[in-house]
């Protein structure tokens, strides 16, 4: 199991890695600078892990929506940044999701 587990973690960063070398920066720019627009996207200190508060808008959207948004500004950002970093959503102040870059996209709520 530890090795299946390894192997999957391994395929997924190569993934990461495969897309970010693979986008188009500009397109992922133009997402990301829409999102600032519409939301808060704060960065921390380090620049390891990016927080965006939505503030209401999460909770308007469908589980198919939230996956697929998710996807998008994650896939964006790694694109924009050449490898993946942990994204954390929120909405009024709780988490409603998260992106990963060793487990993966998560909606909470």
């Given at each position: ?7 999957l ?21 133009l997402i990301l600078?829409t ?7 704060k ?17 308007s959207?469908?589980i198919?929506r ?9 896939d964006s ?5 050449d490898?993946?970093?942990?994204i954390?959503i929120?909405?009024w ?6 992106a ?8 909470i709520?």
């Amino acid at each position: 199991m530890k090795t299946f587990l390894a192997a999957l973690v391994t395929v997924s960063l190569w993934a990461s890695a495969a897309f970010a070398l693979d986008c188009d920066k500009q397109q992922a720019q133009l997402i990301l600078d829409t999102m600032q627009k519409n939301y808060s996207l704060k960065y921390d200190d380090s620049g390891v892990s990016l927080h965006i508060d939505m503030n209401g808008g999460w909770d308007s959207m469908n589980i198919d929506r939230k996956n697929r948004f998710l996807r998008l500004i994650a896939d964006s950002d790694a694109c924009i940044r050449d490898k993946a970093r942990g994204i954390f959503i929120y909405s009024w102040g709780d988490k409603v999701a998260e992106a990963s870059p060793l487990f993966g996209l998560k909606v909470i709520k």
